[in-house]
C-alpha cells in the first residue's frame, strides 16, 4: 500500500501532515490498545436466579471496530450448581440484563469453592458508534445456592477493554 499522501517535515518544523485518506484508512484500521478498565474491591453477593451485572466500563465506542472484555476475578459458589457467566453491551451509560450478549459459558461446581480465581474473555463487534457500556453478569442456572463476585483491597476484579482493530 503506498501512502504518497504524507508529506514528511524538514528536522524541526512542524509535524507531519496528510493531503488524503490512505495513510489514515491504514491506521484506523490498526488496534489501538487498551481503552478503559475498572477495578472493584466490593463483593456481590447473594446472586441467585436473578441475572446481576457486576462489573462495567462506559466508553466512547467507534463504529467498526472490534473489541475485546476481559474479567478476572475471584469467585465462590455453592456446590452441585451451575452459573452463567455472561458478557454483554448497551447503549449509553446504564448496562442491565436487557444489555445485548455476545459471550456466555456455564461454569459447574462439584464442590463449594474456596475463593477460585477466575478469568472470562470475549470479542464483540457491530457496537453502534457513541456511549457505550460493556460489562459482565453472573446467573444461578441450576441448583438452589448463591455465587459470590468476591471483592476486597487485595482481590479486586479487573475488567480490561481493548480495541483490537478493525
Known amino acids: ?17 496528510s493531503t ?10 490498526v488496534a489501538q490498545g487498551r481503552i478503559g478498565s475498572s477495578s472493584n474491591t466490593t463483593a ?12 462495567t466500563i462506559t466508553f466512547t465506542a467507534v463504529a467498526g471496530r472490534r473489541y475485546r472484555l476481559t474479567w478476572s476475578g475471584v469467585w465462590y459458589a455453592s456446590g452441585g450448581d451451575q452459573y452463567y457467566w455472561r458478557m454483554r453491551y448497551a447503549a449509553g451509560a446504564t ?6 450478549q455476545f459471550r456466555q459459558l456455564m461454569i ?3 464442590a463449594n469453592t474456596n475463593r477460585t480465581e477466575g478469568i472470562f474473555v470475549g470479542e464483540v463487534t457491530g457496537i453502534a458508534a457513541g456511549q457505550a457500556t460493556i460489562g459482565v453478569s453472573f446467573q444461578r442456572a441450576t441448583g438452589t445456592g448463591t455465587f459470590v463476585r468476591d471483592g476486597a483491597a487485595d482481590i479486586a476484579s479487573q475488567l480490561f477493554l481493548d480495541d483490537v482493530g478493525k
Open 1 to 17: 500500500m503506498a501512502f504518497d499522501d504524507i508529506t514528511v517535515p524538514a528536522a524541526g518544523t512542524t509535524p507531519w501532515t
Open 20 to 29: 488524503g485518506t490512505a495513510f489514515l484508512n491504514a491506521l484506523n484500521s
Open 44 to 55: 456481590v453477593s447473594g446472586i441467585t436466579t436473578t441475572e446481576t451485572v457486576t462489573d
Open 95 to 100: 448496562l442491565t440484563s436487557a444489555g445485548t
Open 108 to 110: 459447574g461446581v462439584d
